[in-house]
C-alpha cells in the first residue's frame, strides 16, 4: 500500500496491545481509524487517547464472534468515514493447556475469536472493500505458531495455522479485485495477552483473571514470563507499517525465528524427498497440476 492518507482501516481488538498500536500508527499515516474491542472501557480510553493526539479515530464495539455485531460495526464505519480500505483482523486470544486439560469450551472459544473472528469479518467487510474499486488491504494477525504448532497450546496453534492459512486462499482468491492480503506473525510481543480470559465470554466459561489461574496452575506464570519480556508493540507497529508499503505477504518480527523456519523448511523438504524416492509412489506421475 502506497498512499495510506484520507483512507479507512477497520481495526479489531484496537482498545489495547498489538491492534491499539498498529491503529494508532495506520493514523498517524493520515488514515482514518476505526477501532473495535469487546472491552468498551478500555476501547473508550484508547479512542480518547489517540483522538487528545489529533488522530482520526473513532471506536464501535464489537465482540468478533458475532455476525450481527460486525455488520453494525461496519454501518457505523461507513457512516463515519464513508469507504472502507483496510480491515485489521488483529482480536485473538491464547488459552494454553495440553491436549488433555485445555477443555472442548477453550477450544470453541479461541477457534471463535481467532478463526471465525478473521471469517466474519471477511464477510462483511471484502464487499466493502472491493465496492469503491480503489483497491482495499486486508491485514490478519496471526503468530508465529500458526507457522510452527509448540506444546501445550494445540488449540492457539490451530487457530493460528487457520488464520496463516485463511490469509493464503484470500490473497489468491482477492488479487484480481486489487486488494492485497498481509499476515502478521510474531512471536513474544509485550501485551496483556497471557491474561485474554479477562475477556472471555459467559458462553464459553466466563472470565478469569491470571492471577486466578496462575492459584490454581502455578505453571501459568511462565506464560506471562514469555510475554513481558517480549518486543515492544511500537516495534511491531513500526515493522507493520514497513510490511504494508512493501506489500510483504508473510511480515515477520522476531528475526531470531529463522532458526525454526530454517529446520521447517528442512524437514518439509526431507518429507518429499522420501516420497519422491518411495517405491510406493513409483507409479505416480512427477508432472501435474498444482494448486497454490
Ligand atoms: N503478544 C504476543 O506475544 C503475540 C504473539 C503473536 C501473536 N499475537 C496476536 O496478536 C493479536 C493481539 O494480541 P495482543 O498481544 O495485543 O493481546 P491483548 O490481550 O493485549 O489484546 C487483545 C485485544 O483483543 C480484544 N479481544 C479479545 N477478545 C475479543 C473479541 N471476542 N472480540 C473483539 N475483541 C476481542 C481484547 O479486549 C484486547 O483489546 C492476537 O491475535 C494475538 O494472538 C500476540
Avoid at 155 to 164: E, P, T
Wanted: aromatic share 8%; hydrophobic share 45%.
Amino acid at each position: 500500500m502506497k498512499d495510506f492518507k484520507g483512507k479507512t482501516a477497520f481495526v479489531t481488538g484496537g482498545a489495547e496491545g498489538i491492534g491499539y498500536f498498529i491503529g494508532q500508527m495506520l493514523a498517524k499515516q493520515g488514515m482514518n481509524v476505526m477501532l473495535s474491542d469487546i472491552d468498551t472501557k478500555m476501547l473508550n480510553s484508547a479512542v480518547k487517547t489517540l483522538q487528545a493526539e489529533g488522530l482520526k479515530v473513532q471506536g464501535v464495539p464489537l465482540d468478533v464472534t458475532l455476525k450481527e455485531e460486525w455488520i453494525a460495526a461496519a454501518q457505523k464505519t461507513v457512516e463515519a468515514f464513508g469507504k472502507v480500505h483496510m480491515l485489521v483482523g488483529n482480536a485473538g486470544v491464547g488459552p494454553n493447556g495440553a491436549h488433555h486439560t485445555i477443555g472442548e469450551n477453550n477450544w470453541r472459544w479461541v477457534l471463535d475469536v481467532n478463526v471465525m473472528g478473521l471469517v466474519f469479518g471477511g464477510e462483511v467487510f471484502i464487499p466493502l472493500l472491493k465496492a469503491h474499486g480503489e483497491g482495499g488491504y486486508i491485514l490478519n494477525v496471526a503468530s508465529m505458531a500458526g507457522i510452527q504448532g509448540v506444546s501445550y497450546a494445540g488449540a492457539y496453534c490451530a487457530s493460528k495455522a487457520a488464520a496463516v492459512s485463511i490469509s493464503e486462499s484470500w490473497r489468491s482468491e482477492l488479487q484480481k479485485d486489487g486488494i492485497v492480503v498481509s499476515v502478521l506473525c510474531p512471536a513474544f510481543v509485550k501485551s496483556r495477552i497471557y491474561d485474554s480470559m479477562r475477556n472471555r465470554q459467559a458462553r464459553y466459561g466466563g472470565p478469569v483473571s491470571f492471577d486466578d489461574l496462575v492459584k490454581e496452575k502455578p505453571k501459568r506464570a511462565f506464560n506471562k514470563e514469555l510475554v513481558v519480556t517480549g518486543i515492544d508493540t511500537d516495534i511491531v507497529a513500526n515493522r507493520v507499517l514497513e510490511g504494508l508499503k512493501e506489500e510483504e505477504f508473510y511480515i515477520f518480527t522476531h528475526p531470531h525465528f529463522r532458526e525454526m523456519i530454517e529446520k521447517l523448511n528442512a524437514e518439509l523438504i526431507s518429507a518429499m524427498e522420501k516420497a519422491e524416492a518411495s517405491p510406493a509412489l513409483e507409479s505416480v506421475p512427477r508432472k501435474g497440476v498444482i494448486i497454490y
